[in-house]
């Protein structure tokens, strides 16, 4: 069994697998300071069987096909018990950084355009912070980084275009997790902020898919409640996340970019104009 510590900011999840080739992939990919460890104590373990490979860990049990399948879910295993197991404001939302270097960030539930958003930054050549997780300082209203890679959801269709030479070989591959097939790009294909960066928030909003892309008003329950939904906030009362939120809400009001069907070109535009 090889074994790696992947250290994220002073907290560490430790890695023992059977399989040097996934191990490594996920070390190359996250782009974390990493060392060697033994097996016991791991946080995570992960061992090939006849079935695929079974990780075990604070989440319990999952069994997943070989390959590029089994990288994409160590990879999420190893998000998720960062996750869960910091007292940093962690959200569930996506960033990029606008032209005046402030952070522009938007919460949404599962499905609702996070990673396509990011996608689209990304393809537009702007700094992408994630598109999935971030942690939030609501005291310096920054925005930093997550260990964690972009992820284009692909539904039954091709690998979407990549940019800036991103997905050359190496850089990126297709695999699923219980269904959900995505583009896993690696951390250092370019264009991804660093770990250490922080960038001032400068907007706030929740997204929606929606029948045309457009930035509407919406209730105060609308507008913040996918700001709250899976935040961690053992160490942040949800008051001061909310009151980040509204501060930098567009316009000062609580408002909801709808998303149409895969314009996400034009949710950009809107959401770099902020």
Do not use: N
């Amino acid at each position: 069994m090889t074994g790696r510590r992947f250290d994220w900011r002073g907290e560490a999840v430790a890695v023992v697998c059977d399989d040097a080739a996934m191990l490594a992939r996920a070390e190359a990919y996250l782009g974390l300071p990493t060392s060697a460890v033994a097996g016991e104590g791991a946080t995570i373990a992960v061992e090939t069987r006849r079935d695929g490979h079974q990780l075990r860990g604070p989440f319990g049990r999952l069994t997943m096909a070989g390959g590029a399948d089994g990288a994409y879910a160590l990879l999420e295993a190893i998000a998720h018990v960062f996750a869960t197991h910091t007292r940093r404001l962690v959200v569930h939302a996506g960033a990029f950084v606008g032209a005046d270097g402030g952070a522009v960030v938007y919460f949404g539930v599962p499905f609702a355009g996070k990673s396509g958003l990011t996608h689209a930054a990304w393809r537009r050549g702007l700094t992408v912070i994630g598109d999935d997780r971030l942690w939030l300082d609501t005291a310096a209203g920054t925005v930093r980084a997550f260990p964690k890679c972009l992820k284009i959801r692909m539904g039954d269709g091709p690998p979407p275009a990549g940019a800036r030479g991103a997905t050359a070989a190496g850089d990126a591959f297709v695999g699923a997790l219980r269904g959900d097939r995505r583009l896993v790009v690696s951390r250092r294909a370019g264009g991804f902020a660093g770990y250490d960066a922080a960038y001032p928030v400068r907007a706030m909003a929740p997204i929606a898919r929606g029948a045309e892309t457009a930035l509407v008003a919406a209730p105060s329950a609308e507008g913040l409640g996918p700001v709250l939904a899976g935040a961690t906030l053992a160490a942040t009362p949800p008051m001061a996340l909310i009151r980040l939120a509204k501060r930098h809400a567009p316009g000062g009001r609580p408002a909801l970019l709808r998303i149409a069907d895969g314009d996400f070109a034009g949710a950009l535009d809107i959401l770099t104009t902020l």
